[in-house]
Structures are given as C-alpha cells and as structure tokens.
C-alpha cells in the first residue's frame, strides 16, 4: 500500500479527534461570535503562502515581541534554562531564552505552512537521519510509538514525517470548536488519524493493528501517572504510560524528532528502536526517555517549548513553586 494510500485508509478508519470535530461542518459557524475566528484562520492561510525566508523574518518579529511582551512566558523559560543549563552564564542564558521565543513564533508560521500547503513544498530542503531503524522497526509489525518531544516544528514535523512514512498522533483539542475544526482536518492531511490526548484505548489498537503513532512524553501532567525522573538533571514528573504501552503491545518505540537548520532547511532524526525497554522499572524507563529527549533539544536547543513549566510538580517535601504563585 502506498504512503498516501495508508494514510488515507487511517482518515477513513474512525479514527479520530474524540470530541465533535467529525460531525461539525464549516457552515455550522456562520454566526458573528466566530468572525474574529475566521480571521484569524485567514491570517494563517496567508502566512502558508509566504516565501519560507519572509516566515523567518516575520516569526523572529513576533518571537522578540513575544519575549518583551509576555513576562509570565518569559519567566517560565528563564526559569527552565537556567535549571536546564546551569553551565551558561547569566547573559547566555538571557540570549537562549530570547531564541526560544523565535523559534516557537517562527514555528507558527511553519504550523500555517503545515496545514494549508502541501509537504511536498519540504522535501528539497529536508536532511532524513536514521530512516532506516524506522523501517526495521516497522517491518516487525508489532507497532511503532515515536518518542517525540514539543519542539517548535511540532506541526510541520509530522507533515515532514509524511515524506517518508505515516502515523497517527495524540491531539489536545482547542476549546474553540471552528479552531479546532479546522485544526483537526488540515492535521489530516498529513497524519494517519488523530486521537484525542485520553484515548489510551485507541492506541492500543492501534498498535496491536501494527499501527505508527505520535507520542510525546516530555510535559508535566501532574504527579498521577508519573514518576520523578531526571530531566537535564532536575527531577521532572514523568508519564509513565509510555513503558506501559509498550509493554501491553510489544510495540517499538522509535526517537523522533525534528528542527530547522541554519542553512534555511530541516533535519529529520529517527533513533534506534529502543533495547530492554520496558525494563519493569518506571523511574529507570523513564530517565531513559527523558535522557534521549534531553539528548535531541541538546541539538537545537533554542527550538523547544520553554515556555511549558516543565517542573511545576514537585516531589514530596519539595513543594516550593519554582515559577512562582501556585
């Protein structure tokens, strides 16, 4: 079957966003209170159609406005690289934080490109690592789960994915129906269905189908279902679902991850499938992934979400706010 083929069997599978994405139309928003919206998606599809270079120079607009603009988001990612990088100085750290707010604005103009122009428009410009233990993992037929992490090619990532091979990820939905309509379908285009981020039931078949899928470890959902595990050394609250599902499915779980280069084009890592995991212990699973996730920002490391608070929980006896307030 080919890649296009596959992924359109996966559209037409049932699987999808669980909320009502799937009955809504684009009519059903006609109404004045969803004009602003309309707008705003407007806006994007004219972002897509930019010149690559003109994105650029318009996100690191944006990025430095967000960074003087936003101080609460700026306070999050000062506060994550300076526990994540202890060995850059105060003015190094200044300058990586400043980055990251480009390259995640940058990144929203890329997400645009991703939704409302064809992938096809990447494949000059994109470097593929490691395609090969991708395959092999593929070949056992037993499922993949791709460790993949927030960078800010987060969308254009799974559309550069689409060159090579397909799968399925784990969505969030938008509390704005139109948004998340419209954020639902152009993920479509180029993911092999969508799963709402709770349907752990829905992954599992989908693996046991032999199925690739999206999914991201790297956020703090809160201590229930996690366990503290290093992340560039500072103890972070770490799913352990992942580990669980691999080991419930006999799945591979493959290191995923994507960034734009300097020269103007993106590099596309894949890692081999993962040895002796799980191993039965969760805090030694899950340093094993936060280390290869820590090792993949280690590249670009200015091309993360910084801006999460990826430390919020803390473990028992250490329950100071590190971002402050509660």
């Known amino acids: 079957m080919s890649e296009t083929s596959q992924r359109h069997s996966g559209q037409q599978s049932g699987i999808s966003s669980s909320n009502s994405a799937g009955k809504l139309r684009y009519s059903d928003f006609t109404h004045p209170k969803y004009w602003l919206t309309w707008i705003g998606i407007a806006c994007l599809w004219v972002a897509a159609k930019l010149p690559l270079i003109a994105q650029r120079i318009l996100g690191k607009g944006l990025g430095l406005l967000g960074y003087y603009c936003i101080p609460r988001r700026r306070q999050v990612a000062e506060v994550n690289i300076r526990l994540c990088f202890p060995e850059l100085s105060a003015e190094e750290q200044k300058s990586l ?24 428009r990447f494949r000059p410009i994109t470097n593929v690592h490691g395609l090969e233990y991708l395959q092999a993992a593929q070949a056992k037929g037993n499922g993949v789960i791709l460790l993949g992490g927030h960078y ?58 032999g199925r ?35 080991n419930k499915t006999g799945a591979a779980v493959v290191p995923f991850s994507h960034f734009r280069n300097a020269k103007g084009g993106y590099e596309v890592y894949f890692g081999k499938a993962l040895e002796a995991y799980p191993s039965g212990d969760d805090v030694s699973d ?39 307030g509660k």
């Not at 992934?289 to 200015?302: A, F, L, M, S, V």
Request: net charge neutral; aromatic share 12%; proline share 4%.
């Open 97 to 120: 934080v400043k980055q990251a707010f480009v390259s995640n604005a940058i990144g929203f103009f890329e997400a645009a490109s991703a939704w409302f122009s064809s992938p096809e």
């Open 152 to 209: 800010s090619t987060l969308d254009l990532g799974g559309a550069l994915f689409s060159l090579y091979s397909s799968a399925a990820s784990m969505q969030r939905d938008h509390d704005n129906p139109l948004f998340n309509l419209v954020m639902t379908r152009r993920r479509l285009r180029f993911c092999d269905g969508l799963l709402s981020k709770d349907d752990l039931r829905g992954l599992i078949k989908l693996l046991r189908d």
């Open 212 to 246: 690739t899928i999206w999914y991201a470890t790297d956020q703090d959902y809160g201590k229930r279902g996690s366990v503290f595990a290093p992340f560039f050394g500072v103890p972070a609250a770490t799913i352990t679902a992942t580990a669980r599902i691999a």
């Open 286 to 324: 899950a340093t094993t992934t936060n280390k290869i996730i820590e090792e993949e920002i280690r590249r670009y490391p200015d091309q993360y979400l910084w801006m999460h608070k990826r430390f919020k929980s803390q473990p028992e006896g250490e329950d100071h706010h590190l971002y402050g």
